[in-house]
């Protein structure tokens, strides 16, 4: 059985000697991944000793939901040959009405669904359509040292290409998803790399935040924290700023407007020959 030290919080060590000198971390807990993943352990907490030189660890079990996920978008996607056809036409399919904003914001809802959706059709069988695609290689193959046939020839080939195309494709999908070099230890259904993900996860997971000598935990308790963090450093307590009321300015009228629109193919004719192909390209730019 494999055993995880987990991520620590608090003190960096849980030895000391008596006169100071000498600091060790002796003290951990090493679990198993079965009882990380069942009981929800975050990290261990290296607390404050009294008379003892060594100081308590304690684990750090919780379920925190910090919410909706983020949608990530993963550069598997963007090499495959469909996927900027599907994001055109899924996009033009949605019909949103309202201001601009708010049919942006759900267009992008509606194309997320649409991704996750692509992504399982897709991505969700490479395996299958790998396994499948090495038995036809390995029947073509078989039948080609019985004949001659030019069709079997092509059609090896073209299997072979598909082979290596699905196997970028998933090589890109589990490079997204976990940095660490799950090549050296076999495919992606080993259990390395399983627990590569999930120690990755507990790495990155927000579980405390140092606030001087105390520490903030908790989910809402964290939200709050940040919130008021920011509020605090990014808010003007003087308000009493100069207005424009009552200022009048100058303004173009309507004639002057259609002046300056009558006027404007004249104006680019003129400048375009004062300035020759910088004042082009700027034009083609407008």
């Known amino acids: 059985m494999e055993f995880i030290d987990i991520p620590v919080l608090g003190k960096k060590f849980s030895w000391f000697s008596p006169d100071g000198k000498a600091m060790s971390r002796l ?39 910090w919410g909706p996920k983020p949608f990530r978008v993963i550069n598997g996607w963007i090499n495959h040959p469909e996927f900027n ?108 790399f399983h627990q590569s993900l999930k120690g990755r996860r507990r790495r990155n997971q ?5 606030d001087g000598d105390n520490w903030v935990q908790g989910v809402d308790e964290i939200k709050s924290f940040v919130k008021n963090y920011f509020a605090k450093n990014f808010t003007e307590e003087w308000s009493n700023r100069p207005t424009l009321e009552g200022i009048s300015f100058n303004s173009l009228s309507k004639a002057d407007n259609f002046s300056l629109l009558y006027c404007l193919p004249f104006l680019l004719r003129k400048f375009e020959r004062l300035c020759g192909v910088v004042m082009e390209i700027s034009v083609q730019a407008l």
């Open 27 to 65: 003290d951990r807990f090493l679990l198993s991944d079965g009882f990380l993943t069942k009981n929800g352990v975050t990290g261990q907490w290296i607390g404050d000793r009294d008379i003892s030189d060594h100081c308590p660890v304690w684990l750090l079990s919780s379920f925190c939901n």
């Open 85 to 192: 056809d599907f994001v055109e036409s899924a996009w033009k399919s949605y019909d949103v009405r309202g201001k601009k904003a708010f049919v942006l914001k759900e267009k992008l809802k509606l194309l997320r669904e649409s991704l996750k959706k692509w992504n399982k059709e897709v991505f969700g069988y490479l395996d299958l359509n790998i396994e499948k695609i090495v038995t036809d290689i390995n029947k073509f193959e078989g039948l080609l040292s019985s004949t001659d046939g030019d069709a079997d020839y092509l059609m090896l080939d073209g299997l072979n290409k598909e082979f290596w195309k699905q196997l970028h494709f998933k090589d890109s999908l589990l490079k997204r998803k976990s940095r660490s070099k799950w090549v050296k230890d076999g495919d992606s259904n080993s259990k390395y």
């Open 206 to 210: 927000l579980v405390a935040l140092r």
